[in-house]
Every structure is written in structure tokens, then in C-alpha cells.
């Protein structure tokens, strides 16, 4: 029997959810979305299966409701599930990169039928909307699920079985532990980026040549602080404690990184600098839990048309699945940086075989 899944809310990852999910023939999906022309597209393009029009009276019959909206808007969305009466059990989602305010909003509801279980896809892109969406997008990706202290370990592994399709990997964790990872590793880094890009553009007033100066590792490190401003200012609110908490923690780590260096300890900022060089080549290399691991290359390409292409086509004519690839450094006329990675250390050591044997200057990262 079908299942039937309301989706509310249709950008990049609402979109992309609906995509994958849509490829099962046991779920039929129904969109939602105050854009109509998301909507329209999401139909032409067979996103969706039809379009909600009345967002109560569908809820009503969904098995399953998932949240494709900013953190704000999904607690909102939330109290308004609070006031429909279901005739039976239903499952609601979210995809929000912060859980506990939301994990809060859903503990508070009153309606025995709704049973909440957080989640979040860590997975995105450089584009947004709608028109970005793709089904493969959660493919090896971590997606964390945060159920709610009451809700049913059946209801749990219905979402799961329904998240199959997406080729994701799933974890669970608590709320609050998930906002406390995600604020270090993904918000908190965010923030630094920002305030990196502004110490340049203050810079500028001093040296005008910084912009022409400002790529490679600059343009790297601060790639994320061109993403939606109004989208990263909810996620800041709606995790400000815990921002406030690492802004406290960093400010101690640079007054510690200044001591060194106007104590001119050498030896250890060179100790400093080798554990931090350690940890960083560490992470993700090897498999922990449910998180894969993965196996880079760098190789070094001439900045003409299809070098690229040459190298993705030599890995896969020998059927080697490039999980990531990533530009580094690239100028143009000179050599580039091209970084592979692949899910496992033999498909490391055969690509850089077969590169190596067509002439090309590459390094393994071990």
C-alpha cells in the first residue's frame, strides 16, 4: 500500500527529499509550497505528484509530513500540525540544521497523533530553489535523525525504511548533542568565515590590491560566507547559545595563538601547528559507526578545457566512483589542483596508478 507523503516546503533540499523519495513506487508525494511557481515546476518536472492545495485537509490524510523549511517557519508550521484532527497516527519530519528549539516545539504539542522525529540531511549545494533539486543529492551523505523522547520505536524505523531510497547514511542522535557537533563543525565555521571576509574588506581600505591578492587558501576558507544570509541568520538565532559558547572558546585559542607568538615560543607553535595538521588529515579517513570514510588523491592538471573531464573519464572507464572532487588553487595557464576522493583505500591506490600511468604528477593523502 502506498504511502502517502506531504512535503512542505520545496527548495533545495524539500525539492531534492521529494525527488528521491519519489523514485520508490510505494511512496506518492504531494508538495507544498506558498510559491506556486515552485509548485508549477515541481509538477511539470515529476518532483511531485500533485500539489497541496488545502494544507489542512491534506495533512489530515498524510502518513508521513516532512518539513523542507527554515528553522522559524518549521516550528511554526509545527504548531499548526498541533491543530488538525488526524484520524490516525502520523509521522512528521524536518530537515532544519538545528534541532533542539525544534525537538522543544514538537515535545510541547498536544496532539497525541503527531509523532515527531527530527532530522537533518547534512547535505546541500551552491545553488538553492527548486530548480536545484536532484535526486542524488543525499547519496553517501550523513542524515541524522533526533526521534522525540515519546515517539515509537516503529515510527522510527518506518522513517528509516522510507529513507532508504535516498542512499544516505543514518545516525542517530540527541538533539542538543547534534546542535553541540553541527555548531563546531558546520555554524561556528560559518561565523569565522564571515568575520574573516570582513577583516579583509577593512584591510582593503589600507591595501587596495587585497581582492587581486585574495584567492586560493582565502577564497577556500571563506567559500561558505557567500551562502544565504537570511537563511544563516535563523540557524544563528535558533543556536545562539551555543555560538555565544565557542565565539568565548575561540577567543581564548587566539589569545593563547598570541602569546605564542609575541612570546616567540617556536618549538610550540610548531607542536600546536603539527596537532592540528594531524587531526584535520585525520578526519573522515577512517570509518567510525555509520560514518563512512573516504580516500583522497591530489592531482595536478593544466587549466585548459576538459582536463578535468579527461581525468573523471580514465577513473571511470576502470568503473572507480568518484565520491567528491574539488578544485584547489586552480590559476589561470598554470597547474591546477584537482582533490578525488573515493570510498575505499584500494580504489585510492588503483586510481593513482592509473593516472600515475598516464603521466600525471599526483600525491596520495594517507
Given at each position: 500500500?502506498?504511502?502517502?507523503?506531504?512535503?512542505?516546503?520545496?527548495?533545495?533540499i524539500g525539492g531534492?527529499?521529494?525527488k528521491s523519495?519519489?523514485?520508490s513506487e510505494?511512496?506518492?508525494i504531494i508538495?507544498?509550497?506558498?510559491?506556486?511557481?515552485?509548485?508549477?515546476?515541481a509538477l511539470?518536472?515529476?518532483i511531485?505528484?500533485?500539489?497541496c492545495?488545502?494544507?489542512?485537509?491534506t495533512?489530515?490524510?498524510?502518513?508521513i509530513?516532512?518539513?523542507g523549511t527554515p528553522?522559524?517557519?518549521?516550528?511554526q508550521?509545527?504548531?499548526?500540525?498541533e491543530?488538525?484532527?488526524f484520524?490516525?497516527d502520523?509521522?512528521?519530519?524536518?530537515?532544519?540544521?538545528?534541532?533542539k528549539?525544534?525537538?522543544?516545539?514538537?515535545?510541547?504539542?498536544?496532539?497525541?497523533?503527531?509523532q515527531f522525529?527530527g532530522?537533518?540531511?547534512?547535505?546541500?549545494?551552491?545553488?538553492k530553489?527548486i530548480?536545484?533539486a536532484?535526486?542524488?543529492?543525499?547519496e553517501?551523505?550523513?542524515?541524522?535523525?533526533?526521534p522525540?523522547?515519546?515517539?515509537p520505536?516503529?515510527?522510527?524505523?518506518?522513517?528509516?525504511?522510507?529513507?532508504?531510497?535516498?542512499?544516505?547514511?543514518?545516525?542517530?542522535?540527541?538533539?542538543?548533542?547534534?546542535?553541540?557537533?553541527?555548531?563546531?563543525?558546520?555554524?561556528?565555521?560559518?561565523l569565522?568565515?564571515?568575520?574573516l571576509?570582513q577583516?579583509?574588506?577593512k584591510?582593503?581600505?589600507?591595501h587596495?590590491?587585497?581582492?587581486?591578492l585574495?584567492?586560493g587558501?582565502?577564497?577556500?576558507?571563506?567559500?561558505?560566507a557567500s551562502?544565504n544570509?537570511?537563511?544563516?541568520?535563523?540557524?544563528f538565532?535558533?543556536n545562539k547559545?551555543k555560538?555565544?559558547?565557542?565565539?568565548?572558546?575561540?577567543?581564548?585559542?587566539m589569545?593563547?595563538?598570541k602569546?605564542?607568538l609575541q612570546?616567540?615560543?617556536?618549538s610550540e607553535?610548531?607542536?600546536?601547528?603539527?596537532?592540528?595538521?594531524?587531526?584535520?588529515?585525520?578526519?573522515?579517513?577512517?570509518?567510525?559507526?555509520a560514518?563512512p570514510?573516504f580516500?583522497?588523491?591530489?592531482?595536478?592538471?593544466?587549466d585548459?578545457?576538459g582536463?578535468?573531464?579527461?581525468?573523471?573519464?580514465?577513473?571511470?572507464?576502470?568503473?572507480?566512483?568518484?565520491?567528491?572532487?574539488?578544485?584547489?588553487e586552480?590559476r589561470?595557464?598554470i597547474?591546477?589542483v584537482l582533490?578525488?576522493?573515493?570510498?575505499?583505500?584500494?580504489?585510492?591506490?588503483?586510481?593513482?596508478?592509473?593516472?600515475?600511468?598516464r603521466?600525471?604528477?599526483?600525491?596520495?593523502?594517507?
Amino acid at each position: 500500500m502506498k504511502k502517502t507523503i506531504l512535503m512542505i516546503g520545496l527548495g533545495l533540499i524539500g525539492g531534492s527529499l521529494a525527488k528521491s523519495l519519489r523514485k520508490s513506487e510505494e511512496n506518492y508525494i504531494i508538495g507544498y509550497d506558498i510559491n506556486q511557481t515552485t509548485l508549477t515546476f515541481a509538477l511539470i518536472n515529476d518532483i511531485i505528484d500533485e500539489p497541496c492545495t488545502n494544507l489542512e485537509e491534506t495533512a489530515s490524510k498524510a502518513d508521513i509530513i516532512i518539513l523542507g523549511t527554515p528553522i522559524t517557519e518549521t516550528i511554526q508550521f509545527l504548531q499548526q500540525l498541533e491543530h488538525i484532527s488526524f484520524e490516525h497516527d502520523v509521522i512528521v519530519s524536518d530537515v532544519s540544521s538545528v534541532k533542539k528549539p525544534i525537538s522543544d516545539a514538537a515535545s510541547s504539542l498536544e496532539n497525541n497523533r503527531i509523532q515527531f522525529i527530527g532530522g537533518h540531511p547534512m547535505a546541500g549545494s551552491h545553488k538553492k530553489g527548486i530548480t536545484a533539486a536532484k535526486e542524488h543529492l543525499f547519496e553517501n551523505a550523513i542524515y541524522v535523525l533526533s526521534p522525540s523522547a515519546n515517539c515509537p520505536d516503529e515510527a522510527v524505523n518506518t522513517l528509516e525504511n522510507l529513507l532508504e531510497v535516498t542512499n544516505s547514511h543514518i545516525i542517530k542522535l540527541k538533539a542538543n548533542d547534534h546542535d553541540e557537533m553541527t555548531g563546531v563543525i558546520s555554524h561556528f565555521p560559518h561565523l569565522i568565515a564571515s568575520a574573516l571576509v570582513q577583516q579583509a574588506k577593512k584591510w582593503e581600505e589600507t591595501h587596495a590590491f587585497i581582492p587581486q591578492l585574495a584567492a586560493g587558501g582565502f577564497r577556500d576558507v571563506t567559500r561558505i560566507a557567500s551562502a544565504n544570509p537570511e537563511l544563516w541568520q535563523d540557524i544563528f538565532y535558533h543556536n545562539k547559545q551555543k555560538m555565544v559558547k565557542m565565539i568565548d572558546d575561540w577567543t581564548d585559542e587566539m589569545n593563547a595563538l598570541k602569546q605564542m607568538l609575541q612570546q616567540n615560543h617556536k618549538s610550540e607553535l610548531t607542536t600546536y601547528l603539527k596537532q592540528a595538521k594531524d587531526y584535520r588529515d585525520g578526519l573522515g579517513t577512517k570509518e567510525k559507526g555509520a560514518i563512512p570514510g573516504f580516500y583522497d588523491l591530489y592531482v595536478d592538471i593544466r587549466d585548459q578545457t576538459g582536463a578535468i573531464a579527461t581525468v573523471a573519464n580514465l577513473l571511470a572507464e576502470k568503473k572507480i566512483s568518484i565520491t567528491n572532487i574539488r578544485i584547489l588553487e586552480i590559476r589561470e595557464g598554470i597547474t591546477g589542483v584537482l582533490r578525488l576522493s573515493v570510498s575505499t583505500k584500494d580504489e585510492q591506490l588503483q586510481s593513482y596508478q592509473i593516472l600515475k600511468h598516464r603521466g600525471y604528477d599526483l600525491m596520495l593523502e594517507e
